[in-house]
């Protein structure tokens, strides 16, 4: 291992063997293990180390072949991941097969699945936003405290226990501790009570990755450094004999100390050494330290967990005449496992309140709203994981947690919203690109601030802006109604400076500077999830004047728009960059009218649609957009374009432009990888056919036009990046990159 407990690696192979360990919801456990007189009552105390952990499941199918009983196991990091998972009644069984086959993007990804993420920040998606949020607090700017929140993590956590809701360790068929760091007060903390889940979670706290866990009012995070491998607790708990095991942390090499970043994990390294070798020192003659060696495997290693928790048991196997003198005869210890695995019985009671705590600024009745779950129902597990992820999602909230709670003969549901500390205001910033590698690029950079929360229905105010071939500036206020978001006002203000090219063939011969001053107000109503509807009016002006190249078309300045508009939006796609599954539509309306002062009359109409299906690695996506006028003819500040990367590839971005709007695509996606915390790379095609009709520039004709491509796509930390060609009707051709979507 080479990175160290406080790298991003150790986050994500720390995520990777969460996941392994993942077993199906039970309920709380009732009995506890205890050793009959006469024999050793036998500590498992498992240390920390990345996913390096996994080596522990090896190590234990060892000792279940050996007949070797557990009495009670102690964890810290990793370690207390496996050993909660064997305390709650897990078999090696279930935590081999999910080594194999559970994912880690599970884990890592603290938003819920995009489609339960509510319709505003869904829209968040479109812009390419670079870098992290940045919060602005009382004039002062922060970053939050970790890169991964926890929640995601947290929700695998529940389905890794068998034992649900707050109970005491000794109460679970074998006895468990968890091993966590007071941040505040650098003192060890041994977790005894609570729920099993959240233990674990505070173990393995990686410190500037995984954001601090709250557990009975301190801030706790990763065990390692003042405990790796906790020996004394596994004595103080029940150890007559502790089997330890510590599957290493070890040092970078010269060459490797490269940045200040590398120093720093390297310090942490030897602190982290010197408690392990403390720890072993307290070990007696009677006790066993298992040491594993893992040459070739880091702490990052996730997709080598199988291969890591062999090399485990091929180490404790070196181990079996040391371990044979706690062996107990078969039929012993097979009634000694039947009992460590029977699941505890399910409390089906139903829930009398729901509770939300610990917020300032948030209303709780819009926190309530948002979740499925309900007073008066049994608690269902996968249901209230869903209502976190939810929560979370929002886009509000530091940590969300739930515990349930007997108070007053009532049983109280209380979820836990902690509030971003770095908020409520933020800042972000994106980028796009797109080229085809000849004189035909542009650029975009833009920047967003959003400050949040201004009233008690969660009053918003979001500011817009843009640089590069379009500039922008944007602001609305969005206002809910009503607490549960179902209506809303906005007004809204903007100004727009874009240009229109005009082609004859692949040749650009004009450019035409477009520039609007827009105010208008909508009511709407959101869809929850799914979607969202608007209706609104609008007024302002518009130029649309002679840039370069010859005058095609009368320029037109000073004109006055006043226009009803309405929307419809649907949005159930997975993901807005690599959509795999679902399905999402929008259908725009601008009636521009007189006596709303506006100077031209028409009623425009536009819609897209896009629909993806995957069965395993492969992707199938349907596109089509259209649209015209419904009256009236469309000025040329408001007409259609086509051309580009996959709108109609092998012509020139923005190529043909027009009055009316036919297009449709299938897209092929194959995909080559799967990264943590991004989407993957991809191999695609597409094939593509479209029209503008009444187009602007005659010479282009309004035939139907074909065309299609081959590309290499990828999500990078920059953004989802493509490197394409394109061949289209009448020998058009061209070369594509583009960061940002098509």
């Given at each position: 291992m080479?990175?160290?407990?406080?790298?991003?690696?150790?986050?994500?192979?720390?995520?990777?063997?969460?996941?392994?360990?993942?077993?199906?919801?039970?309920?709380?456990?009732?009995?506890?293990?205890?050793?009959?007189?006469?024999?050793?009552?036998?500590?498992?105390?498992?240390?920390?180390?990345?996913?390096?952990?996994?080596?522990?499941?090896?190590?234990?199918?060892?000792?279940?072949?050996?007949?070797?009983?557990?009495?009670?196991?102690?964890?810290?990091?990793?370690?207390?991941?496996?050993?909660?998972?064997?305390?709650t009644g897990s078999t090696i069984a279930d935590m081999d097969a999910l080594i194999r086959s559970v994912g880690l993007r599970d884990v890592i990804a603290d938003d819920p699945?995009?489609?339960e993420k509510p319709i505003r920040r869904k829209a968040d998606d479109a812009r390419n936003y670079i870098g992290p949020e940045i919060g602005v607090r009382e004039g002062e700017f922060g970053l939050q405290p970790g890169v991964v929140s926890g929640v995601g993590l947290e929700a695998v956590l529940r389905r890794a226990v068998k034992a649900k809701g707050y109970i005491d360790f000794d109460r679970l068929p074998i006895p468990f501790r968890a091993v966590a760091t007071d941040i505040e007060s650098g003192e060890m903390v041994v977790i005894d009570r609570g729920e099993v889940a959240s233990a674990m979670r505070a173990s393995l706290a990686i410190p500037g990755v995984i954001a601090p866990a709250h557990v009975g009012g301190r801030l706790l995070v990763d065990g390692m450094v003042v405990r790796n491998v906790p020996?004394?607790?596994?004595?103080?708990?029940?150890?007559?004999?502790?089997?330890?095991?510590?599957?290493?942390?070890?040092?970078?090499?010269?060459?490797?100390?490269?940045?200040?970043?590398?120093?720093?994990?390297?310090?942490?390294?030897?602190?982290?050494?010197?408690?392990?070798?403390?720890?072993?020192?307290?070990?007696?003659?009677?006790?066993?330290?298992?040491?594993?060696?893992?040459?070739g495997f880091t702490v990052a290693d996730f997709d080598r967990l199988p291969a890591i928790a062999a090399e485990g048991e091929k180490a404790a196997r070196g181990f079996a005449d040391e371990l044979a003198r706690l062996a107990l005869p078969p039929q012993a210890f097979a009634a000694l496992r039947a009992r460590q695995i029977v699941p505890p019985a399910l409390d089906t009671r139903p829930i009398d309140e729901i509770r939300v705590v610990g917020l300032e600024r948030v209303n709780p009745a819009v926190v309530e709203h948002a979740m499925e779950t309900r007073?008066?129902?049994?608690?269902?597990?996968?249901?209230?994981?869903?209502?976190?992820?939810?929560?979370?999602?929002?886009?509000?909230?530091?940590?969300?947690?739930?515990?349930?709670?007997?108070?007053?003969?009532?049983?109280?549901?209380?979820?836990?919203?902690?509030?971003?500390?770095?908020?409520?205001?933020?800042l972000r910033f994106g980028?796009?690109?797109?080229?085809?590698?000849?004189?035909?690029?542009?650029?975009?950079?833009?920047?967003?601030?959003?400050?949040?929360?201004?009233?008690?229905?969660?009053?918003?105010?979001?500011?817009?802006?843009?640089?590069?071939?379009?500039?922008?500036?944007?602001?609305?206020?969005?206002?809910?109604?009503?607490?549960?978001?179902?209506?809303?006002?906005?007004?809204?203000?903007?100004?727009?400076?874009?240009?229109?090219?005009?082609?004859?063939?692949?040749?650009?011969?004009?450019?035409?500077?477009?520039?609007y001053g827009r105010v208008g107000l909508d009511l709407g109503?959101?869809?929850?999830?799914?979607?969202?509807?608007?209706?609104?009016?609008?007024?302002?002006?518009?130029?649309?004047?002679?840039?370069?190249?010859?005058?095609?078309?009368?320029?037109?300045?000073?004109?006055?728009?006043?226009?009803?508009?309405?929307?419809?939006?649907?949005?159930?796609?997975?993901?807005?960059?690599?959509?795999?599954?679902?399905?999402?539509?929008?259908?725009?309306?601008?009636?521009?009218?007189?006596?709303?002062?506006?100077?031209?009359?028409?009623?425009?109409?536009?819609?897209?649609?896009?629909?993806?299906y995957s069965i395993g690695d492969h992707t199938l996506q349907l596109?089509?957009?259209?649209?015209?006028?419904?009256?009236?003819?469309?000025?040329?500040?408001?007409?259609?374009?086509?051309?580009?990367?996959?709108?109609?590839?092998?012509?020139?971005?923005?190529?043909?432009?027009?009055?009316d709007l036919q297009f449709g695509r299938a897209t092929y996606l194959y995909r080559l990888s799967q990264g943590g915390f991004l989407e993957g790379a991809y191999l695609g095609a597409s094939l593509e056919a479209g029209r503008i009709a009444k187009p602007l520039v005659a010479a282009n004709g309004s035939d139907w036009q074909h065309g299609g491509s081959l590309f290499l796509a990828a999500d990078t930390p920059l953004g989802p990046v493509y490197v394409g060609y394109g061949i289209a009707s009448g020998g058009n051709r061209s070369a594509y990159f583009l960061l940002g979507r098509p």
């Open positions: 080479r990175a160290l407990p406080y790298s991003l690696p150790s986050a994500i192979a720390a995520a990777a063997l969460t996941l392994a360990l993942s077993v199906p919801p039970a309920a709380q456990a009732q009995a506890s293990t205890q050793a009959k007189p006469g024999r050793p009552r036998v500590a498992l105390v498992l240390g920390g180390g990345g996913a390096r952990g996994a080596a522990h499941v090896g190590v234990l199918k060892v000792l279940e072949e050996l007949r070797i009983p557990v009495d009670c196991v102690v964890g810290t990091s990793m370690g207390s991941i496996v050993a909660g998972a064997y305390a699945p995009r489609r020996v004394d607790i596994g004595r103080e708990l029940c150890g007559d004999v502790v089997i330890a095991v510590d599957v290493g942390t070890p040092l970078m090499k010269r060459s490797e100390l490269t940045s200040l970043l590398a120093v720093s994990q390297q310090m942490l390294s030897i602190l982290t050494n010197q408690n392990v070798e403390r720890s072993v020192a307290q070990l007696t003659p009677s006790d066993i330290l298992i040491r594993i060696d893992l040459p007073a008066g129902e049994a608690p269902d597990p996968s249901k209230l994981d869903r209502d976190m992820q939810r929560i979370y999602g929002s886009g509000d909230f530091e940590h969300v947690d739930y515990r349930l709670i007997e108070e007053k003969g009532k049983r109280v549901l209380a979820v836990q919203a902690l509030e971003k500390s770095w908020g409520p205001n933020y980028l796009t690109l797109s080229s085809d590698f000849t004189t035909n690029s542009y650029f975009n950079l833009l920047g967003s601030y959003r400050a949040t929360w201004l009233n008690r229905l969660g009053g918003e105010f979001r500011a817009d802006a843009q640089v590069g071939r379009t500039n922008r500036l944007a602001g609305e206020f969005y206002q809910p109604l009503v607490a549960n978001r179902y209506l809303f006002v906005a007004p809204r203000v903007e100004v727009e400076r874009s240009p229109i090219d005009l082609f004859v063939g692949q040749q650009r011969v004009a450019r035409y500077d477009v520039r109503t959101q869809l929850t999830r799914y979607g969202e509807v608007r209706l609104g009016v609008l007024a302002g002006t518009v130029d649309a004047e002679l840039d370069t190249g010859p005058s095609i078309v009368r320029p037109q300045s000073d004109v006055r728009q006043g226009a009803y508009t309405a929307r419809l939006k649907f949005d159930q796609l997975d993901s807005l960059d690599f959509p795999r599954r679902g399905v999402g539509a929008t259908v725009h309306l601008f009636s521009s009218r007189a006596h709303l002062g506006a100077d031209d009359t028409y009623t425009k109409w536009e819609a897209d649609a896009l629909g993806a596109g089509a957009k259209a649209g015209g006028a419904l009256s009236g003819e469309l000025p040329l500040y408001d007409q259609f374009s086509l051309g580009g990367f996959q709108q109609l590839s092998g012509f020139k971005t923005f190529q043909l432009y027009g009055r």
